[in-house]
């Protein structure tokens, strides 16, 4: 039988059940505050106002088409009425179709990307147009940044039994597949040269592991490809082995080496959606089952040793349904993002240096309070996809 990843968790962990539960409520309830009507759009982020006596408020600033359709991707697994509070009354199907519409104003490769995602995901009958628009801003032989061309792959993969996009498909995977140190299992920032600067070309983030992985996990299951599939669980595997003692998924690695650069900041979302989310299509296509780790990573919501007291308390919950967000990360408060500057440097000529004083000048302690639409949408794509086998 077939069981979604939620149901799978109550097994596996009932406490941890709860916890994403909750997590999943807050998703829902905090959404709609981050919608704006008007513009039909979500906002970028909502940002927390702290005084000594606690959070008195929240703000939004800015918009995002990009958040905006991610949040449709997870979504659109909730019943059709639990849709609507979300989008201004809107189902997610026709939420999509606004997106599809604003696509001949998108220049992004990346919102093209996941609008065309959403569009093959709800079936939208102008997807034509919406892969149209995502040729046009894909240029042929151009380096992209790593996650955007992983974006590029998991839509024509979606899309791939509706359209006819194989030629597409097959280019769009060569060039995750080529991005890759010659021999390693981690990606870059970049699928090619001249985006990153030289001296920080090796260094690349959790999300340039996260979404090829994703991507070629979700290629699969769309059609048996085992090199994507064996990419994908080499990427997971390396991952996994340098997680954090309290679960953390950290930031930064070393693309050559595949070694970790600098482990700051701790995103939640990384936590509680993005690692879940590509590790279980992972699993869902064939691939090894990492869920211990999932488990693990889940529970440093509430259990965040960077910020906890002798008795494991934390001395500021992650996660606060009063105002409908889960905090951003926690990371060191230094200056001008010094130290993963320093590493950034020092680890392209002596990828093992550590610089270890720098640990001990600035610890992570300092919470960022921001939570941006995004995280709820990978929230529910991640805990309510599935099913798995």
Same mark, same amino acid.
């Given at each position: 039988?077939?069981?979604?990843?939620?149901?799978?968790?109550?097994?596996?962990?009932?406490?941890?059940?709860?916890? !994403?539960?909750?997590?999943?409520?807050?998703?829902?309830?905090?959404?709609?505050?981050?919608?704006?009507?008007?513009?039909?759009?979500?906002?970028?982020?909502? =940002?927390?106002?702290?005084?000594?006596?606690?959070?008195?408020?929240?703000?939004?600033?800015?918009?995002?088409?990009?958040?905006?359709?991610?949040?449709?991707?997870?979504?659109?697994?909730?019943?059709?009425?639990?849709?609507?509070?979300?989008?201004?009354?809107? $189902?997610?199907?026709?939420?999509?179709?606004?997106?599809?519409?604003?696509?001949?104003?998108?220049?992004?490769?990346?919102?093209?990307?996941?609008?065309? @995602?959403?569009?093959?995901?709800?079936?939208?009958? #102008?997807?034509?147009?919406?892969?149209?628009?995502?040729?046009?801003?894909? =240029?042929?032989?151009?380096?992209?940044?790593?996650?955007?061309?992983? @974006?590029?792959?998991?839509?024509? !993969?979606?899309? %791939? $039994?509706?359209?006819?996009?194989?030629? %597409?498909?097959?280019?769009?995977?060569? %060039?995750?597949?080529?991005?890759?140190?010659?021999?390693?299992?981690?990606?870059?920032?970049?699928?090619?040269?001249?985006?990153?600067?030289?001296?920080?070309?090796?260094?690349?983030?959790?999300?340039?592991?996260?979404?090829?992985?994703?991507?070629?996990?979700?290629?699969?299951? &769309?059609?048996?490809?085992?090199?994507?599939? !064996?990419?994908?669980?080499?990427?997971?595997?390396?991952?996994?082995?340098?997680?954090?003692?309290?679960?953390?998924?950290?930031?930064? +690695?070393?693309?050559? $080496?595949?070694?970790?650069?600098?482990?700051?900041?701790?995103?939640?979302?990384?936590?509680?959606?993005?690692?879940?989310?590509?590790?279980?299509?992972?699993?869902?296509?064939?691939?090894?089952?990492?869920?211990?780790?999932?488990?693990?990573?889940?529970?440093?919501?509430?259990? =965040?040793?960077?910020? &906890?007291?002798?008795?494991?308390?934390?001395?500021?919950?992650?996660?606060?349904? #009063? +105002?409908?967000?889960?905090?951003?990360? =926690?990371?060191?408060?230094?200056?001008?993002?010094?130290?993963? !500057?320093?590493?950034?440097?020092?680890? #392209?000529?002596?990828?093992?240096?550590?610089?270890?004083?720098?640990?001990?000048?600035?610890?992570?302690?300092?919470?960022? *309070?921001?939570?941006?639409?995004?995280?709820?949408?990978?929230?529910?794509?991640?805990?309510?996809?599935?099913? *798995? %086998?």
């Amino acid at each position: 039988m077939n069981t979604t990843r939620l149901e799978a968790l109550a097994h596996e962990d009932p406490s941890l059940h709860a916890l !994403a539960e909750r997590l999943l409520a807050l998703a829902e309830a905090g959404l709609p505050g981050m919608y704006l009507p008007d513009a039909d759009t979500f906002v970028f982020t909502r =940002v927390g106002t702290v005084t000594s006596d606690g959070v008195r408020r929240t703000e939004s600033r800015g918009t995002s088409t990009r958040y905006a359709a991610i949040t449709a991707l997870g979504a659109r697994f909730l019943p059709e009425d639990r849709q609507r509070p979300l989008f201004g009354g809107h $189902t997610v199907e026709e939420y999509t179709g606004l997106l599809v519409e604003q696509l001949p104003a998108v220049t992004n490769l990346g919102d093209a990307a996941l609008i065309a @995602w959403a569009a093959a995901e709800t079936g939208h009958p #102008k997807l034509a147009d919406a892969l149209a628009r995502l040729a046009a801003l894909d =240029v042929p032989e151009r380096p992209q940044y790593t996650v955007e061309a992983a @974006w590029v792959l998991s839509a024509l !993969a979606a899309a %791939r $039994t509706a359209v006819d996009v194989e030629d %597409r498909l097959a280019a769009a995977r060569d %060039r995750l597949l080529a991005a890759r140190a010659e021999g390693g299992p981690l990606f870059p920032h970049a699928t090619g040269p001249g985006l990153v600067p030289g001296y920080r070309s090796h260094v690349a983030c959790f999300a340039d592991q996260t979404y090829p992985l994703q991507a070629l996990a979700r290629l699969h299951a &769309s059609g048996s490809d085992p090199e994507a599939l !064996a990419a994908a669980d080499a990427c997971a595997a390396r991952i996994c082995a340098l997680q954090g003692d309290g679960g953390q998924w950290w930031w930064h +690695y070393d693309a050559r $080496t595949g070694g970790v650069v600098e482990g700051y900041p701790v995103y939640s979302v990384h936590q509680h959606a993005m690692a879940p989310t590509a590790l279980f299509d992972l699993a869902d296509a064939g691939g090894t089952d990492f869920g211990a780790a999932v488990r693990r990573g889940l529970r440093w919501m509430t259990d =965040v040793p960077e910020i &906890s007291g002798p008795d494991g308390t934390p001395r500021e919950p992650m996660i606060l349904e #009063k +105002y409908g967000v889960t905090w951003r990360k =926690v990371y060191r408060g230094d200056p001008a993002k010094a130290v993963r !500057a320093a590493r950034g440097l020092t680890t #392209k000529v002596a990828p093992q240096a550590r610089l270890a004083p720098l640990d001990r000048m600035f610890r992570p302690v300092v919470i960022d *309070r921001e939570c941006r639409p995004y995280e709820f949408g990978w929230l529910l794509h991640a805990w309510l996809g599935g099913p *798995r %086998r």
